[in-house]
């Protein structure tokens, strides 16, 4: 055998011998490159077969084609086995124990406040209202003067009302531009009117302020709910149904209720609305003043004037209006003795009430 066949032979050998003992990728593109680069041992070895005599150059063509063939192939199997076992060994890496204890997740909760809020809107919504929220900062002229109420009015007393003074002055000085943190959600009546047009039905919880002495039963801030009725004849018998199958809703189906007259500037005629005292039922206790009643909010048919403000013709649309507060319901529903708790951001308060979501 010829001296070129002899050192073709060789390198395959050699090559196979080689790629066996290659560790990884790497190793095998080293190799791949000292055989087949521009001055690897098997391209030096081809370019040889130009000096071959012209009567063995047909065989020694054919034997280094097949050697080169048999070196690809196996560089291509072996690289196939080595990615093969690499994968294999990243999954075991990322191998997961299914059947480790998983790590506790602390799952939060609504606030008791929050969750009495969020069945009214429930409740709401289920009447086919919407929810329509208006800013906690105020101008005077809708917090007071859009709902029809003269400036002497009680509730615009300085001592009411928390006023947002300018920066630099005596924070008893009021703003000039009349800027306050709204005492009641009603001036968001007067917004829903201006920007929805009839018929509306809206709810606007939110949060109120006042100055207000902190005690057991007063905070200085708190949350009310709203609701809107604007339509051509609305009466106060609608107002009157729709509040009793509220308070059945949210009280249970046992509850008895009942309407008395009452005041409010923005409403004509006004009436206050009582429910059968949440905690006795009826017969009367302390938390009732023994009357077995307890007035859980304001309501009346909405005055002109309140109408006129919203941008609406009262002699073609009437509406109807209600407000209350959100945190002595929640009080009573839990038996929560301390208005102060609700605000205290107490966790070993709070946790006591995992119910709402
Ligand atoms: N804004 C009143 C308050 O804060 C509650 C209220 C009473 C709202 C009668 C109304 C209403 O919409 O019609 O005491």
């Not at 000085?173 to 009117?193: E, F, K, N, W, Y």
């Amino acid at each position: 055998m010829s001296d070129l066949a002899n050192r073709l032979n060789q390198l395959q050998t050699d090559a196979l011998a080689a790629l066996a003992a290659a560790a990884n990728a790497g190793a095998v593109e080293t190799l791949r490159a000292s055989l087949f680069g521009r001055s690897g041992r098997i391209t030096v070895l081809l370019r040889g077969l130009g000096a071959v005599d012209a009567g063995e150059r047909p065989a020694m063509g054919k034997l280094a084609n097949e050697v080169r063939s048999a070196v690809e192939a196996a560089i291509t199997e072996r690289l196939a086995t080595l990615r093969a076992a690499d994968a294999g060994a990243r999954l075991a890496d990322e191998a997961l124990d299914m059947t480790a204890p998983g790590r506790q997740v602390r799952v939060g909760h609504l606030h008791p406040t929050m969750t009495v809020d969020r069945d009214f809107r429930e409740i709401f919504h289920a009447f086919g209202f919407e929810i329509f929220e208006g800013p906690e900062i105020e101008t005077d002229a809708m917090n007071f003067e859009a709902l029809n109420i003269p400036p002497d009015h009680p509730s615009r007393d300085l001592w009411d009302t928390l006023y947002v003074a300018e920066p630099g002055v005596d924070p008893r000085q009021p703003a000039a531009d009349g800027t306050i943190l709204r005492t009641h959600t009603s001036p968001v009546q007067v917004r829903a009117m201006r920007a929805l047009s009839p018929p509306i039905r809206v709810i606007t919880p939110g949060r109120c302020f006042r100055y207000e002495a902190v005690d057991a039963s007063h905070g200085f801030e708190f949350f009310q709910v709203e609701g809107l009725v604007v339509d051509r004849d609305t009466s106060l018998a609608d107002l009157k149904g729709m509040l009793e199958e509220f308070a059945r809703a949210l009280f249970g189906d046992a509850t008895k209720t009942r309407f008395r007259p009452g005041y409010y500037p923005f409403t004509e005629p006004s009436v206050a609305f009582d429910v059968s005292c949440l905690v006795c039922g009826g017969p009367g206790c302390a938390a009732c003043g023994r009357s077995g009643w307890m007035t859980i909010l304001g309501a009346g048919m909405v005055h002109p004037t309140v109408l006129r403000a919203g941008g609406i013709d009262p002699d073609e649309f009437q509406g109807y209006a209600f407000g209350m507060g959100l945190d002595r319901i929640t009080l009573l529903r839990h038996g929560i003795p301390d208005l102060r708790l609700l605000m205290s951001a107490d966790l070993r308060f709070l946790e006591q009430f995992p119910g709402g979501r």
